[in-house]
């Protein structure tokens, strides 16, 4: 290995020596000495020296911690380029020697989750710790480089040790040092990590690239199976990962051919049993594998960017089918509509949705915009709050979605301009059954009273659930007791019957002296 220069020898020696901490203890001291051997003109220049070859070793060491030197090594991690570069010459390197190499893809567990919580600044402020961290756990001689905000590749150069047990060992290690807390506003705040890693002799390819998309791929496997999980490539790792892949870009398309499609989940009054709106819920018209919800094509849509682009081709077809329920002569007095945060962070929303309701002669109020209660408990961002409120100063219904699950405080509630809670399915299944059960949803609904805002029960299956959610208070009922969800095409079928069956039904008495 080459050693390095005499200049770069001089830098980190000079870096070294003045910035750190002990230097600062002989300023004093070499003040006094300046000022003892040549009177005020030398304490004057030690005065204004000292500052300057701080500042210079500051500057030094800055570009010690960007530069790599001859073996690869960087005290920092290295630009992208400079890492596919280097893994070129180790994977020739573990070619040659018949010794092994490794690639490890690196993700911060619910990075989504700690921007929300703690903000931007936070955010970027942990990345930079689990960049030291990965730093003070590999070999001097290994590369890292950072994919984005929370995801790092690190190279494992050749060595005769370098088998599946060391890079489990490895990765163990980097979980271990990730884990320990991070300050963060003078709070201690905990995460974790997941890990997919590729040893060279798992992958046969002479592209580097393939070597690092199959430890990306086993990172993958690893976010699919929890928190601080650790994978390794192997040829199943590779099916999974094309079948995903295919699916990604059968997506894509089926977002632009219409095969994305809402389904309409039905919302009625427990007071008369009229239908008050219905809930718009995306399925994937898949031509070769059926129906699917989107538990299967929304991980891979967060993946590729594409829950903007989903939210807009719903709101298209929700737009349009009220708009044929009017001309049915069938008034749908309200559609909610899911609103993740990627969307809710766009600082453009506002002046988009006022375009699409515009296009489609919509009034906003017969929007009700869903936004889980995870967004409101954490702490959401400027852009987040601006589109919130924005959109209740329209007219739009803002809906607290599965309400019970999160932490939303009644401050946010109000701040927020909160229409309507749903109460979470978990409360509501079997309540008929479980008196503590009751006691909690009566405890919701006579808070919500209090604050007036509306209450809508998810997961409402049997009519005894049915029941007790009007005597206990709650406005709206939904679920498959009611209705399961169903394409646009069956929605005036389900109108027409829906409206013959409840015709002349008494109203269900309250416990509670509500009214809606």
Request: charged fraction near 20%; glycine fraction near 8%.
């Given at each position: 290995?080459?050693?390095?220069?005499?200049?770069?020898?001089?830098?980190?020696?000079?870096?070294?020596?003045?910035?750190?901490?002990?230097?600062?203890?002989?300023?004093?001291?070499?003040?006094?000495?300046?000022?003892?051997?040549?009177?005020?003109?030398?304490?004057?220049?030690?005065?204004l020296?000292?500052?300057?070859?701080?500042?210079?070793?500051?500057?030094?060491?800055?570009?010690t911690?960007?530069?790599?030197?001859?073996?690869?090594?960087?005290?920092?991690?290295?630009?992208?380029?400079?890492?596919?570069?280097?893994?070129?010459?180790?994977q020739?390197?573990?070619?040659?020697?018949?010794?092994?190499?490794?690639?490890?893809?690196?993700?911060?567990?619910?990075h989504?989750?700690?921007?929300?919580?703690?903000?931007?600044?936070?955010?970027?402020?942990?990345?930079?710790?689990?960049?030291d961290?990965?730093?003070?756990?590999?070999?001097?001689?290994?590369?890292?480089?950072?994919?984005?905000?929370?995801?790092?590749?690190?190279?494992?150069?050749?060595?005769?040790?370098?088998?599946?047990?060391?890079?489990?060992?490895?990765?163990?290690?980097?979980?271990?040092?990730?884990?320990?807390?991070?300050?963060?506003?003078?709070?201690?705040?905990?995460?974790?990590?997941?890990?997919?890693?590729?040893?060279?002799?798992?992958?046969?390819?002479?592209?580097?690239?393939?070597w690092?998309?199959?430890?990306?791929a086993?990172?993958?496997?690893?976010?699919?199976?929890?928190?601080?999980?650790?994978?390794?490539?192997?040829?199943?790792?590779?099916?999974?990962?094309?079948?995903?892949?295919?699916?990604?870009?059968?997506?894509e398309?089926?977002?632009?051919?219409?095969?994305?499609?809402?389904?309409?989940?039905?919302?009625?009054?427990?007071d008369?049993?009229?239908?008050?709106?219905?809930?718009?819920?995306?399925?994937?018209?898949?031509?070769?594998?059926?129906i699917?919800?989107?538990?299967?094509?929304?991980?891979?849509?967060?993946?590729?960017?594409?829950?903007?682009?989903?939210?807009?081709?719903?709101?298209?077809?929700?737009?349009?089918?009220m708009?044929?329920?009017?001309?049915?002569?069938?008034?749908?007095?309200?559609?909610?509509?899911?609103?993740?945060?990627?969307?809710?962070?766009?600082?453009?929303?506002?002046?988009?949705?006022?375009?699409?309701?515009?296009?489609?002669?919509?009034?906003?109020?017969?929007?009700?915009?869903?936004?889980?209660?995870?967004?409101?408990?954490?702490?959401?961002?400027?852009?987040?709050?601006?589109?919130?409120?924005?959109?209740?100063?329209?007219?739009?219904?803002?809906?607290?979605?599965?309400?019970g699950?999160?932490?939303?405080?009644?401050?946010?509630?109000?701040?927020?301009?909160?229409?309507?809670?749903?109460?979470d399915?978990?409360?509501?299944?079997?309540?008929?059954?479980d008196?503590?059960?009751?006691?909690?949803?009566?405890?919701?609904?006579?808070?919500?009273?209090?604050?007036?805002?509306?209450?809508?029960?998810?997961?409402?299956?049997?009519?005894g659930?049915?029941?007790?959610?009007?005597?206990?208070?709650s406005?709206?009922?939904?679920?498959?007791?009611?209705?399961?969800?169903?394409?646009?095409?069956?929605?005036?079928?389900?109108?027409?019957?829906?409206?013959?069956?409840?015709?002349?039904?008494?109203?269900?008495?309250?416990?509670?002296?509500?009214?809606?």
């Amino acid at each position: 290995m080459p050693k390095p220069s005499p200049a770069e020898r001089f830098r980190e020696i000079l870096h070294v020596v003045v910035d750190s901490p002990q230097a600062l203890a002989f300023v004093p001291a070499v003040c006094l000495s300046a000022f003892w051997l040549g009177g005020e003109t030398a304490l004057i220049s030690a005065a204004l020296g000292l500052p300057l070859l701080f500042a210079i070793a500051g500057v030094l060491g800055s570009h010690t911690h960007t530069i790599a030197d001859a073996g690869g090594r960087a005290s920092g991690a290295i630009p992208r380029d400079t890492f596919q570069e280097q893994m070129k010459c180790i994977q020739k390197t573990s070619q040659s020697s018949g010794e092994n190499a490794a690639c490890l893809a690196i993700a911060l567990d619910d990075h989504t989750g700690l921007l929300d919580i703690h903000g931007q600044a936070a955010a970027d402020h942990v990345a930079l710790q689990f960049s030291d961290r990965i730093l003070s756990v590999i070999r001097s001689h290994d590369i890292l480089t950072r994919l984005s905000s929370d995801r790092f590749l690190v190279g494992l150069r050749p060595s005769k040790q370098l088998d599946l047990e060391a890079c489990i060992q490895m990765s163990g290690r980097i979980q271990a040092a990730i884990e320990e807390p991070v300050l963060v506003n003078g709070a201690g705040v905990y995460v974790s990590c997941s890990i997919g890693f590729c040893l060279q002799s798992s992958v046969q390819c002479t592209d580097v690239k393939d070597w690092t998309d199959a430890s990306i791929a086993a990172l993958t496997e690893a976010q699919r199976h929890g928190p601080s999980t650790i994978r390794a490539y192997s040829s199943e790792t590779r099916r999974r990962a094309l079948v995903r892949a295919n699916l990604r870009k059968e997506f894509e398309t089926a977002l632009d051919n219409g095969q994305i499609r809402p389904w309409f989940q039905p919302q009625i009054s427990t007071d008369t049993g009229e239908i008050t709106g219905f809930e718009a819920l995306a399925r994937w018209e898949h031509p070769a594998k059926g129906i699917m919800g989107p538990q299967v094509f929304l991980p891979f849509a967060e993946q590729a960017e594409l829950l903007q682009r989903l939210g807009q081709v719903m709101r298209h077809h929700v737009f349009e089918a009220m708009n044929a329920w009017d001309r049915a002569g069938v008034f749908v007095p309200r559609v909610g509509i899911n609103f993740s945060s990627e969307e809710l962070r766009d600082p453009s929303l506002i002046d988009r949705l006022k375009w699409e309701l515009d296009q489609f002669d919509l009034p906003p109020d017969r929007l009700a915009v869903e936004i889980l209660e995870t967004v409101f408990s954490r702490r959401p961002d400027d852009v987040i709050t601006r589109n919130v409120t924005g959109m209740a100063a329209m007219g739009c219904c803002i809906d607290l979605d599965d309400f019970g699950t999160g932490h939303a405080s009644i401050a946010s509630i109000k701040r927020f301009d909160v229409s309507r809670i749903k109460i979470d399915r978990t409360f509501v299944t079997k309540a008929d059954q479980d008196p503590s059960q009751q006691q909690l949803v009566s405890a919701i609904l006579t808070m919500a009273e209090r604050l007036n805002l509306e209450t809508l029960a998810e997961g409402v299956e049997t009519p005894g659930e049915h029941a007790l959610m009007a005597q206990l208070g709650s406005n709206h009922v939904q679920g498959f007791g009611i209705g399961r969800p169903m394409p646009f095409e069956k929605t005036l079928d389900w109108i027409a019957t829906h409206r013959t069956r409840t015709k002349g039904l008494p109203e269900i008495k309250r416990q509670m002296g509500r009214k809606s």
